[in-house]
């Protein structure tokens, strides 16, 4: 193996703990998500609990952070949905060739989304505009998650690239020696 992709592997646990702690914040919102719709729920058929108007906002807000840092975890894995059909019909250095193009469209798209998505972060929409049922809060944590979904497809698309460039110049023997 190259002496640089052995150098470049030891970057390996920085992925593997930014995997885990987006993990962990994607569970918390889950349980976040769970825990206010439950007391909304409750808010709505049991007649001594309150039903607050913030509730639906703050679900929403949840799912999206949860949808797009899923979506950076699903980048990692390699888990996203893809047409493979023809792959086996197609030589291997064709299909790894094309795989290298698809990660810099990714890449691309993530670069997008977080200088863009930071520009409507920035954006008077965003600084002085407010949600409807919580006039304190300010609508900039409505945007942040696509510049935060641009840093992650950044991120891990980095680590799918390395690994796709890595497959051409090491045999697969030599993977499982690693």
Known sequence: MPKIFQTLDKIRPVYDVTYKVVMFICKLLLITDILVTSYAVLGRYV???PDPSWTEQVVL???VYMAVLSATLAIR???HIRMTALDRFLPKKLIMS???LSD???MALGVIFLYYGWAVCQ???AKFGKYESMPW???FWMYFPIPVAGVGMIIFELEALYNH???FFVKEEEVGKV
């Open 123 to 125: 954006s008077p929409l």
């Open 77 to 79: 894995k390699n888990a």
């Open 61 to 63: 807000t949840c799912m």
């Open 137 to 139: 809060l300010s609508r």
């Open 98 to 100: 094309l795989d290298v």
């Open 104 to 106: 810099l469209a990714v």
């Open 47 to 49: 007649p001594f609990i």
């Open 165 to 167: 460039i890595k497959a």
